[in-house]
């Protein structure tokens, strides 16, 4: 007798990078135990990982040819791939699955952000008001044919009245990657980490500026970022002014994988989660919050609602 097929569940995003903490880690290399797990994804080349087997699709830099190249070959590649369950991660992926749910799959929509906030936010969309109300539109009519995991447990309020076809997945830590490493508090060293996104509305020019004023009293107070510098991070560094006057307090490290990017941070007294005051951050805990808890390192975060509850 012939052993029993696994069930295949195939990842895909044109967005993310393959490390992706909640896709990679926590979602795929878990199911990669039990089920055939596949990840189509920006990478330099097909392989395996931890036991999921890497799809690679072209590193592009701009959006539209994330759009018009990368989600095409996605495309092409989950259809090959023929896997049982479809779970994707980007929103501009929704035509692609439709057709994909029309041969017979079955199709999750993994919800990372507030789509809808997201939109009005992106000051390089024009129309961004017309374009939110289509997408909310076409998202109504194409929820019905997906199973939604919602990253927040506010985002249950903007589903609710759209579908019952949903689960809460809260992107919280996994404690046993930070038990290696555990940090002891010390006020009187001299330096705060970020790690993570550093671009974007993430708080980085408003950082650079309180190092800045605190430099100005008299009192040097270092930075350590582990994240990729992109051209986002680097448009950021070279318009602050206040990043000129320190920058030889600021160290980037590059983007690390969990539980690397949490190595060599003994000189760290507190994390930072500063992303700005902005809709789509409001109700939405930072997942770094709970990483620098779990690391043994005291949290400097936004003074959003939310994060009263823990802070």
């Not at 555990?182 to 980085?204: F, M, S």
Request: hydrophobic share 40%; with cysteine; proline share 5%.
């Amino acid at each position: 007798m012939s052993p029993k097929k696994k069930i295949s569940i195939c990842h895909l995003s044109v967005v993310h990078g393959v490390y992706d903490t909640r896709i990679f880690f926590k979602e795929c290399v878990s199911l990669s135990t039990v089920y055939d797990t596949h990840f189509i994804v920006k990478h330099a080349k097909d392989e395996k990982l931890y036991g999921v087997k890497i799809h690679a699709l072209p590193f592009v830099k701009s959006r539209i040819k994330r759009f018009l190249i990368n989600a095409p070959i996605l495309f092409k590649k989950a259809l090959a791939l023929k896997a049982d369950i479809y779970h994707f991660h980007n929103p501009e992926l929704i035509p692609y699955m439709l057709l994909i749910n029309k041969l017979g799959h079955k199709i999750i929509y993994d919800v990372h952000e507030n789509v809808q906030a997201d939109l009005l936010e992106k000051t390089w969309l024009p129309f961004r008001k017309q374009t939110r109300k289509l997408y909310l539109y076409f998202e109504k009519q194409a929820i019905r044919k997906f199973h939604l995991v919602l990253a927040e447990e506010s985002y249950i309020k903007l589903y609710k009245n759209r579908t019952n076809n949903y689960t809460l997945v809260q992107n919280f830590v996994q404690p046993q990657l930070f038990m290696q490493n555990p940090q002891t508090p010390d006020i009187y060293k001299d330096t705060l980490l970020v790690v993570g996104n550093l671009g974007g509305k993430r708080g980085l020019p408003k950082i650079l500026d309180a190092l800045l004023l605190l430099k100005n009293t008299g009192l040097r107070v270092n930075l350590h970022c582990v994240g990729q510098v992109d051209e986002a991070v680097n448009e950021i560094l070279r318009t602050s002014e206040s990043y000129m006057q320190i920058k030889e307090q600021v160290t980037f490290a590059g983007f690390r994988k969990l539980p690397d990017a949490y190595k060599n941070i003994e000189n760290c007294f507190a994390g930072l989660a500063l992303p700005e005051d902005i809709e789509n951050h409001r109700e939405s805990f930072p997942t770094k919050m709970f990483e620098y808890m779990a690391a043994g390192l005291p949290v400097i975060c936004s003074d959003f609602p939310i994060n009263r509850d823990v802070v």
